[in-house]
Nanobody
C-alpha cells in the first residue's frame, strides 16, 4: 500500500508562483512507477497536468507547458510541481497520483490541495 499526501496549495495572484509537494509513504516501488499531478476545477473534469516516470521522463499538458515543472526526489520519496506565471484558469484542486505499471497495476490518490489564482 502507498499513501500520498499533497501540500503547498494556497492563494496567489496572477503571475505568481507556487510549489506543490507530494509526499509518498509505504511500499513504494523504485521502477515502473509514474507519478502524476492532476487538477480539477469546478464544473470541469479532472485532467492530467504533468507526470514523471521512475526513469525521469516527463509529460505536460499543453496548457501548462513552459510554466510548470514536475520533479522528484527519489531519496525523499517526494514529487514536486513548480508552478510559475499562474493564471486564474489554473484555479483548481490539485491531486497527486501514484501509479505502478507491471504484472499488477496499482494506483492511489492524495486528498488534494486547493490552488486559487486571483486576477
Amino acid at each position: 500500500q502507498v499513501h500520498v499526501v499533497e501540500s503547498g496549495g494556497g492563494l496567489v495572484q496572477a503571475g505568481g508562483s507556487l510549489r506543490l509537494s507530494c509526499a509518498a509513504s509505504g511500499s513504494i516501488a523504485s521502477i515502473d512507477v509514474v507519478m502524476g499531478w492532476y487538477r480539477q476545477a469546478p464544473g470541469k473534469q479532472r485532467e492530467l497536468v504533468a507526470q514523471i516516470t521512475s526513469g525521469g521522463s516527463t509529460t505536460y499538458a499543453d496548457s501548462v507547458k513552459g510554466r510548470f515543472t514536475i520533479s522528484r526526489d527519489n531519496a525523499k520519496n517526494m514529487v514536486y510541481l513548480q508552478m510559475s506565471s499562474l493564471k486564474p484558469e489554473d484555479t483548481a484542486v490539485f491531486y497527486c497520483n501514484y501509479r505502478r505499471w507491471g504484472l499488477y497495476e496499482y494506483s492511489t490518490w492524495g486528498q488534494g490541495t486547493q490552488v486559487t489564482v486571483s486576477s
